[in-house]
């Protein structure tokens, strides 16, 4: 018996989760349809929601889209739903919420209704089966839209926002008497990637079918260095087209011996952004042909030394030969004296003007290899300009 207890428990709540989920689409939808100023759909997707959940919440939102389809189309049955539903909110809601709001506007349509001969409705309301199918349309971070009463004040329309059933365009959050079979819905929208699904409409029923419209993503060309290297908010990107999200991104440029170019970009769904992005030299590279242009002239002139030095050791030998022989006049002795200093002299200024020409040279070449400056130590600061947005970016080197 317990047993029996505790699933009669478990089915009941999968049953209300099941229905508070249908009401909860049905309630996005009619809040949504609200916002776009299509108040019949509205009432029909809240009308929808209240079966599904009857909370006071719904059939006051209900009772706003009734009151706003009245006030464009006068037929007698929106006011008497109107009128209606605004009283099943008043009966579970006394303080609090809207009651005001509901208590002025039920007033008012009871007013409308006398001044409009409209009766109340004495008969008991005979409910049609349809077989009905419609899209709902949300966006990424919609999903979880609260059970809340909707004012008077309608919000902002997704733009260029179209449904279709079949290839055949219908007004979105709408539901449309169909076929019961199964059909083709698809949505799209200005700056959003279309989406479509197949349902099955099931004969008497009322189906909302929900599609989530994702974002194009902007396409960057960035027209820079070959062999540059390319990152998105410090993630390196391969190829120098780029998708990235709408919104605020930093883009970062960096190649060997080539001053870091950076900035910060604000772009929108679908949109196509072509930047030039030229770079300048660094400061060292800038520097290496000044440093291998003096490794060249040292190099040259220890070259000139040595052959200078070689040939004061070529005299000097011949001169060391004479002196071997003897009988030497005394000037001999002297130009072999000086032949060697000056042997000496000049084997030091090769060893010198070489060792310095290594060094500029290897100086030169580690100003090449190394000379990988850093995204990392950019800054920036606003840039305002006609037609355009970003940052400027300044730093050492």
Same mark, same amino acid.
């Given at each position: 018996?317990?047993?029996?207890?505790?699933?009669?428990?478990?089915?009941?709540?999968?049953?209300?989760?099941?229905?508070?989920?249908?009401?909860?689409?049905?309630?996005?939808?009619?809040?949504?349809?609200?916002?776009?100023?299509?108040?019949?759909?509205?009432?029909?997707?809240?009308?929808?929601?209240?079966?599904?959940?009857?909370?006071?919440?719904?059939?006051?939102?209900?009772?706003?889209?009734?009151?706003?389809?009245?006030?464009?189309?006068?037929?007698?049955?929106?006011?008497?739903?109107?009128?209606?539903?605004?009283?099943?909110?008043?009966?579970?809601?006394?303080?609090?919420?809207?009651?005001?709001?509901?208590?002025?506007? $039920?007033? /008012?349509? !009871?007013?409308?209704?006398?001044? +409009?001969? @409209?009766?109340?409705? %004495?008969? =008991?309301?005979?409910?049609?089966?349809?077989?009905?199918?419609?899209?709902?349309?949300?966006?990424?971070?919609?999903?979880?839209?609260?059970?809340?009463?909707?004012?008077?004040?309608?919000?902002?329309?997704?733009?260029?926002?179209?449904?279709?059933?079949?290839?055949?365009?219908?007004?979105?959050?709408?539901?449309?008497?169909?076929?019961?079979?199964?059909?083709?819905?698809?949505?799209?929208?200005?700056?959003?990637?279309?989406?479509?699904?197949?349902?099955?409409?099931?004969?008497?029923?009322?189906? $909302?079918? /929900?599609? !989530?419209?994702?974002?194009?993503? +902007?396409? @960057?060309?960035?027209? %820079?260095? =070959?062999?540059?290297?390319?990152?998105?908010?410090?993630?390196?990107?391969?190829?120098?087209?780029?998708?990235?999200?709408?919104?605020?991104?930093?883009?970062?440029?960096?190649?060997?011996?080539?001053?870091?170019?950076?900035?910060?970009?604000?772009?929108?769904?679908?949109?196509?952004?072509?930047?030039?992005?030229?770079?300048?030299?660094?400061?060292?590279?800038?520097?290496?042909?000044?440093?291998?242009?003096?490794?060249?002239?040292?190099?040259?002139?220890?070259?000139?030394?040595?052959?200078?030095? $070689?040939?004061?050791?070529?005299?000097?030998?011949?001169?060391?030969?004479?002196?071997?022989?003897?009988?030497?006049?005394?000037?001999?002795?002297?130009?072999?004296?000086?032949?060697?200093?000056?042997?000496?002299?000049?084997?030091?200024?090769?060893?010198?003007?070489?060792?310095?020409?290594?060094?500029?040279?290897?100086?030169?070449?580690?100003?090449?290899?190394?000379?990988?400056?850093?995204?990392?130590?950019?800054?920036?600061?606003?840039?305002?300009?006609?037609?355009?947005?970003?940052?400027?970016?300044?730093?050492?080197?």
């Amino acid at each position: 018996m317990k047993r029996l207890a505790l699933l009669v428990l478990l089915a009941s709540a999968v049953a209300q989760a099941d229905d508070r989920a249908t009401a909860e689409r049905y309630f996005r939808a009619g809040s949504q349809a609200y916002s776009a100023q299509n108040f019949s759909a509205a009432a029909a997707d809240f009308d929808e929601a209240f079966k599904a959940m009857p909370l006071p919440e719904i059939a006051f939102s209900a009772a706003q889209a009734y009151r706003r389809l009245y006030r464009v189309d006068a037929k007698p049955e929106y006011a008497r739903r109107c009128v209606e539903l605004y009283k099943l909110y008043l009966d579970r809601v006394k303080t609090g919420g809207r009651v005001g709001d509901a208590a002025d506007s $039920l007033g /008012e349509m !009871e007013r409308e209704m006398e001044r +409009a001969n @409209i009766k109340p409705s %004495t008969a =008991a309301t005979t409910t049609v089966e349809h077989t009905r199918l419609g899209v709902s349309i949300t966006l990424p971070g919609q999903g979880d839209t609260a059970l809340r009463e909707v004012g008077d004040s309608t919000g902002e329309v997704t733009k260029g926002l179209h449904a279709t059933l079949d290839g055949k365009p219908i007004e979105p959050f709408a539901l449309v008497d169909v076929d019961p079979r199964e059909h083709v819905v698809g949505v799209s929208a200005a700056g959003y990637l279309p989406a479509e699904k197949k349902a099955i409409a099931i004969a008497g029923q009322s189906q $909302l079918i /929900e599609l !989530e419209l994702r974002p194009r993503p +902007a396409t @960057i060309a960035v027209h %820079t260095e =070959a062999d540059a290297v390319i990152a998105i908010d410090g993630r390196p990107t391969p190829g120098s087209s780029l998708e990235i999200g709408a919104g605020k991104h930093l883009l970062a440029i960096t190649h060997r011996g080539r001053e870091p170019f950076a900035r910060e970009l604000v772009v929108q769904r679908g949109q196509l952004l072509v930047l030039d992005a030229p770079l300048r030299s660094t400061s060292r590279r800038k520097a290496v042909p000044w440093v291998l242009g003096s490794a060249s002239v040292l190099a040259a002139g220890a070259l000139t030394t040595s052959i200078v030095a $070689l040939v004061r050791d070529h005299s000097a030998s011949n001169l060391q030969r004479s002196l071997a022989m003897g009988d030497q006049p005394a000037h001999v002795a002297d130009d072999y004296d000086h032949a060697v200093t000056s042997r000496d002299h000049f084997v030091t200024a090769t060893w010198i003007l070489g060792g310095a020409a290594v060094a500029a040279a290897a100086t030169g070449l580690a100003l090449y290899l190394f000379d990988e400056p850093s995204a990392e130590s950019v800054r920036f600061a606003p840039l305002v300009a006609p037609g355009a947005g970003g940052a400027v970016m300044t730093g050492q080197f």
